[in-house]
């Protein structure tokens, strides 16, 4: 399997632009969430789906972030208009709960990240 | 909220000591993870404890569920160069979903 994929890897944008961060899960997994981590915040929840849902937006910053899942395959992440204090590495983590009798586990499996430098 | 704390933040040792990281929390979980995660990379997944008191082990690293369910520690033997990273203790929230709660990290540092 190929894992979690992200893209960009980097992206250095100009204050007040639009940027866009994509993802797609691990094909059979129906749980998708958005992290952003930065060395005063550690790793932070902005959202997650379940089943192309958004379950919990709580972790969102404010209205210029939005999240969008419009298949089990892809999902966006898009900050407008971006600014410098965005900076930071943004995660997206897939995973599938496996419940059998009596437990149930479930492992987030994360990609590689995008590093976005907001100047 | 259910927060998670670990200590120390930074760890530098040298190759061949031994090193413990704790994960305190005021809150009882049901389970805890740790993750380590390597510089440019995104956090793996190490172990997961469920039982209070439970002891895992992965080689060179021994991973501890408190009895009460409250803390978790992981012990590093004979630290190697490769066991250099970030290592985060994270938790399931206490809403119904599968949202994790993340430790602020220890980042571990093993000179040769």
């Known amino acids: 399997d190929a894992g979690v994929i992200q893209s960009p890897r980097h992206e250095v944008t100009e204050m007040g632009q639009e940027v866009t961060l994509r993802c797609k899960p691990i094909?059979?997994?129906?749980?998708l969430f958005w992290y952003r981590q930065t060395m005063m915040r550690g790793l932070e929840l902005l959202i997650y789906?379940?089943?192309?849902?958004?379950?919990?937006d709580s972790g969102m910053p404010e209205d210029r972030f939005s999240a969008k899942m419009p298949n089990a395959s892809f999902s966006t992440l898009k900050i407008q208009p971006s600014e410098p204090r965005d900076s930071a590495v943004y995660f997206c983590a897939s995973s599938r709960r496996i419940s059998r009798a009596g437990w149930s586990k479930e492992t987030q499996y994360f990609g590689p990240g995008t590093r976005l430098l907001v100047l | 909220t259910q927060l998670l704390e670990q200590s120390p933040q930074f760890l530098s040792i040298q190759e061949g000591e031994n090193l413990t990281v704790y994960c305190n929390s005021s809150?009882?979980?049901?389970?805890l993870q740790w993750y380590r995660q390597e510089p440019g990379e995104g956090p793996v997944l190490l172990v997961t404890v469920v039982t209070g008191g439970e002891v895992k082990k992965l080689k060179r690293l021994t991973f501890q569920f408190g009895d009460a369910r409250k803390d978790s520690s992981l012990h590093i033997t004979a630290a190697q160069p490769g066991d250099t990273g970030l290592y985060l203790c994270a938790g399931p929230g206490v809403a119904a979903g599968n949202k994790l709660t993340f430790g602020g990290g220890t980042r571990v540092l093993v000179k040769p």
């Open positions: 789906f379940n089943n192309n849902v958004p379950i919990d």
């Open positions: 809150s009882v979980f049901s389970s």
């Open positions: 094909s059979g997994h129906n749980s």
